[in-house]
T-cell receptor, first 114, second 114 residues
Framework: KAGVTQTPRYLIKTRGQQVTLSCSPI?????VSWYQQTPGQGLQFLFE???????NKGNFPGRFSGRQFSNSRSEMNVSTLELGDSALYLC?????????????FGPGTRLLVL | QQQVKQSPQSLIVQKGGISIINCAYE??????FPWYQQFPGKGPALLIA?????SEKKEGRFTISFNKSAKQFSLHIMDSQPGDSATYFC?????????????FGSGTQLTVLP
């Protein structure tokens, strides 16, 4: 089975712009979670989607949003980019039936905001 | 309340030695404690996980020890190998329905010398 794929892998944007990141989960997985990884704050939960509905949300400003499509693919959008948004954005997928299931992470999208 | 504290920040071990990484949590609602391993350029990968109804879980050279009363858990890597050199994250999640939200520790960079 193919793993979690994320596109693009690298992205450079300037302050004020917006960006959309994409995540394709493992086939059959219906839950997709997003995390932000930075050297200073570590890995922080952004949100989780299941069956096209946001099921849980972390403590991030409204500039961070996401959505999930009927095929379980998910996108994450960050509007009005700030320098502090530079990070590795990771998505993780799981079957979605149990909170205790393994989450499988993709390789991430590295975003640099100049 | 949601924090997971991890130590040490970095660890250098000789090949064949034992690597020990410790984590502590405050939220008594946490009931699932996975450990993730991350190599440079890759997303985190689940290594081993434990629930608080057991005090120890072993998988190959990796062992989790769990102390519910102290709200602490640790990862032991026996016979450490250079290929184990990676960043290790402890994590926790709590009972909030079926939602998934992992709270991660700050990470430990392990270097195993040949």
């Amino acid at each position: 089975k193919a793993g979690v794929t994320q596109t693009p892998r690298y992205l450079i944007k300037t302050r004020g712009q917006q960006v959309t990141l994409s995540c394709s989960p493992i086939s059959g997985h219906r839950s997709v979670s997003w995390y932000q990884q930075t050297p200073g704050q570590g890995l922080q939960f952004l949100f989780e989607y299941f069956s096209e509905t946001q099921r849980n949300k972390g403590n991030f400003p409204g500039r961070f949003s996401g959505r999930q499509f009927s095929n379980s693919r998910s996108e994450m959008n960050v509007s009005t980019l700030e320098l502090g948004d530079s990070a590795l954005y990771l998505c993780a997928s799981s079957l979605g039936g149990s909170r205790l299931e393994t989450q499988y992470f993709g390789p991430g999208t590295r975003l640099l905001v100049l | 309340q949601q924090q997971v504290k991890q130590s040490p920040q970095s660890l250098i071990v000789q090949k064949g030695g034992i690597s020990i990484i410790n984590c502590a949590y405050e939220n008594t609602a946490f009931d699932y404690f996975p450990w993730y391993q991350q190599f440079p350029g890759k997303g985190p990968a689940l290594l081993i996980a434990i629930r608080p109804d057991v005090s120890e879980k072993k998988e190959g050279r990796f062992t989790i020890s769990f102390n519910k009363s102290a709200k602490q858990f640790s990862l032991h890597i026996m016979d450490s190998q250079p290929g184990d050199s990676a960043t290790y994250f402890c994590a926790a999640s709590g009972s909030s329905g079926s939602a998934r939200q992992l709270t991660f520790g700050s990470g430990t960079q392990l270097t195993v010398l040949p």
